[in-house]
């Protein structure tokens, strides 16, 4: 393989990692937003159970955060090439 070919196949890598983070970090705001809608119209059905909704929504968010780092994490150790 020529040089060229070698340098277009990192920068592509590079920049296929960047898209992943950013993608990961759009679809955690999007989740993350549908829930806080979701426990706002549940509580607004049924405020007796707020407490409840409340801890299902944090939960919930810090799952979807969980999810969301992982993704970054993997896309830096793709940009570093850890592994390769």
């Given at each position: 393989?020529?040089?060229?070919?070698?340098?277009?196949?990192?920068?592509?890598?590079?920049?296929?990692?960047?898209?992943?983070?950013?993608?990961?970090?759009?679809?955690?705001?999007?989740?993350?937003?549908?829930?806080?809608?979701?426990?706002?119209?549940?509580?607004?059905?049924?405020?007796?159970?707020?407490?409840?909704?409340?801890?299902?929504?944090i939960l919930t968010a810090a799952l979807i955060e969980g999810v969301a780092?992982?993704?970054?994490?993997?896309?830096?150790?793709?940009?570093?090439?850890?592994g390769a």
């Amino acid at each position: 393989m020529s040089l060229l070919t070698l340098l277009v196949a990192a920068g592509l890598g590079k920049m296929g990692a960047g898209v992943g983070a950013g993608l990961a970090a759009i679809g955690a705001g999007i989740g993350i937003g549908q829930i806080g809608k979701g426990a706002v119209e549940a509580t607004a059905r049924q405020p007796e159970a707020s407490a409840d909704i409340f801890k299902n929504m944090i939960l919930t968010a810090a799952l979807i955060e969980g999810v969301a780092l992982f993704a970054v994490v993997i896309t830096l150790l793709v940009t570093l090439g850890v592994g390769a």
